[in-house]
């Protein structure tokens, strides 16, 4: 079970909590799973995600890949509710 999945289980049984709850060291099986988990993670507590800075190995495979608040980075801006312009 993958822990978007068990996730979903939780909440299922217990609707009062949120349904993600991050650990350190929690694992995920592919980018797109652990993107789906923390994408459902910041519309519960009211921010967005997006990726960040990737890394290419020696091979020129993908690494890492950072998944950050949609905001990260982005200078601010006077009387705007949003970061994007």
């Known amino acids: 079970m993958d822990a978007l999945e068990q996730s979903v289980r939780v909440f299922a049984e217990n609707p009062s909590e949120n349904a993600v709850k991050l650990e350190p ?19 519960e507590h009211g921010f967005g995600i997006r990726y960040g800075k990737s890394s290419l190995n020696v091979e020129r495979t993908k690494c ?7 905001c990260s ?7 705007t509710r949003s970061c994007r312009v």
């Open 25 to 43: 060291g929690m694992s995920f099986d592919s980018l797109n799973e652990a993107y789906d988990v923390y994408n459902l993670y910041s519309w």
């Open 64 to 70: 890492m890949q950072e998944i950050v608040c949609g």
């Open 73 to 79: 980075g982005k200078p601010e801006k006077d009387h």
